[in-house]
């Protein structure tokens, strides 16, 4: 297995790639700044410099990779364009080329309440309604599949246990980005993930499950 990493340098993406690193899976870094991404992953991430909208740079990134776990996303700006380019159009483009290059999988980070159109987030350009664009076109693609909405992102890592369900099931709660990652990893060697829209919370004093378990447990 190999596995291309889209939004590496991310704070998500990041611990993505150290993911699969301690895993011994082979990794590639789509990244826009090869010296940035150099000073934040971990030794042994195959860097390439691409950009989502441009499809020639996904094309030349994803030869020889097995599978795609996609983190990227539009960060905060004044450009209110930004989540349509990045989550749908970039979602869009690498869809078509993971499509035509065969990949076995792809793992996409969305969002928790993405249906829901009166979010407060989608007061910053429709961010929502974008990353529920990406996310159907993907599953409508004939792409292999396992689409990962987490609630509110946390950078610190705890104990507690992670809560999945189906989609349109979870409104509230967080989760640290750690764990995020390693549902993401777990996707690719768990079968009964494939072809899922997972949503993802952790919480205390509550029974920690295998990954098998919870994957199992979506319909």
Not at 100 to 121: G, K, M, R, T, Y
Not at 163 to 170: E, F, H, S, Y
């Amino acid at each position: 297995m190999k596995v291309l990493v889209i939004g590496a340098t991310g704070e998500t993406g990041k611990r993505v790639v150290h993911t699969l690193i301690d895993r011994q899976i082979a990794v590639r870094a789509l990244v826009r700044n090869y010296d940035s991404a150099k000073a934040v992953l971990p030794p042994g991430t195959e860097i390439m410099v691409g950009d989502l909208l441009e499809p020639e740079t996904i094309k030349a990134a994803i030869a020889g990779c097995t599978a795609v776990i996609s983190a990227a996303g539009a960060r905060p700006s004044v450009d209110l364009t930004g989540p349509f380019k990045v989550d749908y159009l970039g979602t869009r483009n690498l869809v078509d080329v993971a499509k035509a290059s065969d990949i076995e999988q792809l793992v996409l980070v969305s969002s928790l309440c993405v249906s829901n159109l009166f979010h407060p987030l989608n007061l910053f350009g429709l961010i929502l309604v974008w990353k529920q664009w990406g996310e159907n076109y993907l599953r409508q693609s004939g792409v292999p599949y396992t689409i990962v909405r987490p609630g509110g992102l946390k950078n610190e890592d705890n104990d507690n246990a992670i809560v999945m369900a189906g989609a349109d099931t979870l409104f509230e709660g967080s989760i640290p980005r750690q764990k995020v990652a390693e549902v993401c990893v777990e996707s690719l060697l768990c079968p009964s993930a494939k072809n899922k829209i997972v949503e993802i919370i952790s919480k205390p004093d509550i029974p920690v499950q295998s990954f098998e378990e919870l994957f199992a447990v979506v319909a």
